[in-house]
């Protein structure tokens, strides 16, 4: 196991690093052009576990300008939490101007998650089914910039990642109890994640789906989505577009 995370950390694709560099000075040039436009960008990463959010969230975050971006990964609500309206804890860490904000995950734990594992009732989730699209739909009004990502593997691949897991001692701290009943629960998960879809997929804040089975594909291909989606300053004529194989509408 000791060799196989040794690989995984230092064995890198050549080309794949080459895009990297590109995209994540793209990302520089991207941060400083919201800075000075005083613009807000909200990046959601959702997704089945271990389909590779927070690795894409780190290559994103890697070299930009620590003050002019935050990553959101809440816990459990706290007892006051739970208490109040169920998007309050998540409003409150939303962009300010000129700065970039990365949930890994987000609210839509009440859309798939919490109803799977019977963390919330039916009437919770209905209620938030209600108002999530009217919610996004008054943050894009008022100039947040509000991209979705939904990270998929398949079945098999996720099996093989959350035995890795459990296997490393670098990585066992990851595997939940939401992963332990991922495989058991994987059509639950798949109805939930495609009614998701159809109610909450608008034109104001469309969800992309990332082939997530290329964990190093995915990031590039979830860069180039945002570089390729907003204007700034200085863009490199290099600069690829997605790949729509990879990274697609539902």
């Not at 969230?57 to 007892?79: C, E, N």
């Not at 204007?231 to 697609?248: H, M, R, V, W």
């Amino acid at each position: 196991m000791k060799q196989q995370i040794l690989e995984e950390f230092y064995q890198v694709n050549p080309k794949y690093v080459e895009e990297l560099y590109l995209l994540q000075t793209e990302l520089l040039k991207l941060q400083q052009h919201l800075r000075q436009q005083q613009q807000r960008l909200l990046i959601l990463f959702e997704g089945r576990d271990t389909a590779g959010k927070g690795s894409a969230i780190h290559r994103f975050t890697q070299f930009l300008d620590p003050r002019g971006y935050r990553v959101v990964a809440l816990g459990k609500p706290s007892d006051e939490e739970r208490g109040q309206w169920y998007f309050q804890r998540y409003l409150k860490h939303l962009p300010g101007a000129g700065e970039m904000v990365f949930f890994d995950r987000s609210w839509y734990n009440r859309a798939v998650v919490e109803p799977v594992m019977g963390f919330c009732t039916e009437v919770q989730y209905e209620l938030f089914m209600q108002q999530v699209v009217p919610l996004e739909q008054m943050l894009v009004a008022d100039g947040i910039v509000l991209v979705k990502f939904w990270f998929s593997i398949d079945m098999q691949e996720q099996q093989e990642r959350i035995q890795q897991r459990l296997e490393s001692p670098l990585k066992r701290w990851k595997v939940s109890p939401v992963d332990l009943a991922a495989q058991e629960k994987w059509e639950a998960f798949t109805a939930y994640k495609e009614k998701m879809y159809e109610q909450t997929h608008t034109a104001a804040a469309p969800w992309l789906i990332v082939k997530g089975e290329d964990r190093e594909d995915s990031r590039i291909q979830c860069m180039r989505y945002v570089l390729a989606s907003l204007a700034y300053e200085g863009k490199s004529p290099e600069l690829e577009q997605p790949d729509q194989a990879k990274i697609f509408f539902p």
